[in-house]
């Protein structure tokens, strides 16, 4: 236990002067404690945290969770880009306390600051939730039996190969589906209708065989249908097609952008909140790939587990329709059975299947 007492007079610490401040408490912490249980010739060892590409943090998680599992942390969480100014903080608890992380969050300039202190701050929030044994770590090895240990634990680690869907994205290709495809054709046939214009006024130079010419203007025809040849090809589709498969898109799924992870026998997914990503969605899909290579990690809590799946709700919703058979029923009777219908629709959108796991994300990151 020591005391801890920062007091800023008017402005904000840089980065680098907090950095270094935090670090040098950190060593004279390290050392204290290190000396209750060794002798006086050993040296501490050196402790080495993992390097993190972050994707996505969420923040507010973040801060929350850590007031929650530390010692508290300060009122003014900020996320602002300019500057804060810090209030005088008095504490006696662990070198690890959520007001050590809650100084961390406040007491900077600019966003760039801003993003390295929460990685930092997350650093903090693993490590303590990895000592309190409340983290369950899964992976491609251990996908078959830690699922059957999580109960106890309060938040999982996932890493495996991921897949992103960004219905947002495919909700704008088939809306853009026909156009591309045309557009598409139309390039790649190019040369080819460049070469025989070519080819067609040779033949008008040098032969008056109109049947020849004839042949020839055919083709070039042929080749300048863009939409024909595109349908050929399978890129051009049924307008009306299209565009009721982009409206049951746009309804079930409401342009969410969803992290699937899937191991051995077992799938886990969750829903991204854009607002988090460190680069735009697009940036991160060129870099990583919608099936990434590298192996992602994903941080959160399981909200879905052991719910019903979607073919338990259709039956349970059948069940429930087959013994409403009252003639007077009243509105609350006709809204149920609405919403059973609604219902059973929306599971078919985003009811868990029986071998999915869905998490609420805290972090997503690439481990270096």
Do not use: C
């Not at 059957?148 to 960004?166: E, H, N, P, Q, W």
């Not at 704008?172 to 495809?181: A, R």
Request: hydrophobic share 40%; proline share 2%; no cysteine.
């Amino acid at each position: 236990m020591i005391d801890i007492a920062i007091t800023v007079t008017s402005g904000v610490f840089s980065l680098a002067t907090l950095a270094f401040l935090f670090l040098s408490l950190y060593k004279e912490y390290r050392i204290k404690e290190f000396a209750k249980t060794h002798t006086k010739d050993e040296k501490p060892p050196v402790k080495t945290s993992p390097i993190r590409s972050f994707l996505y943090l969420d923040e507010y998680k973040l801060f929350s969770f850590s007031s929650q599992l530390f010692s508290g942390m300060t009122d003014y969480i900020l996320s602002s880009d300019q500057q804060i100014s810090s209030k005088t903080q008095t504490q006696t608890s662990q070198f690890f306390s959520g007001r050590s992380i809650g100084e961390i969050a406040t007491m900077e300039k600019g966003k760039m600051e801003r993003k390295f202190l929460h990685d930092f701050a997350y650093t903090l929030f693993e490590e303590q939730i990895v000592s309190m044994e409340r983290l369950l770590t899964v992976d491609a090895t251990n996908s078959n039996t830690a699922i059957s240990s999580f109960r106890g634990k309060t938040f999982i680690k996932v890493t495996g190969t991921a897949k992103f869907l960004d219905s947002k994205f495919l909700s704008s290709v088939i809306e853009d589906f026909n156009k591309v495809g045309e557009a598409l054709t139309y390039v790649s046939t190019h040369d080819s209708r460049q070469e025989i214009v070519k080819r067609v006024d040779e033949e008008a130079k040098q032969t008056k065989d109109r049947n020849q010419i004839a042949r020839l203007k055919a083709q070039l025809q042929y080749l300048a249908d863009a939409r024909r040849l595109a349908k050929e090809n399978n890129l051009y589709q049924d307008p009306q097609f299209l565009e009721n498969i982009k409206y049951l898109l746009n309804f079930g799924y409401r342009d969410i952008l969803e992290l699937r992870i899937l191991l051995p026998d077992i799938l886990f997914s969750t829903i991204v909140n854009r607002e988090y990503l460190r680069e735009s969605e697009n940036a991160l899909i060129k870099k990583y790939a919608l099936k990434t290579e590298k192996p992602l990690t994903l941080v959160g809590i399981i909200t879905q587990s052991e719910s019903e799946t979607i073919e338990e709700v259709q039956d349970r919703i059948d069940r429930e329709v087959d013994s409403e058979n009252d003639d007077d029923e009243v509105i609350k009777q006709v809204l149920e059975k609405i919403l059973n219908a609604f219902s059973g629709v929306e599971a078919h959108f985003s009811g868990r299947l029986k071998n999915e796991i869905i998490i609420d994300p805290i972090a997503i990151y690439h481990e270096l």
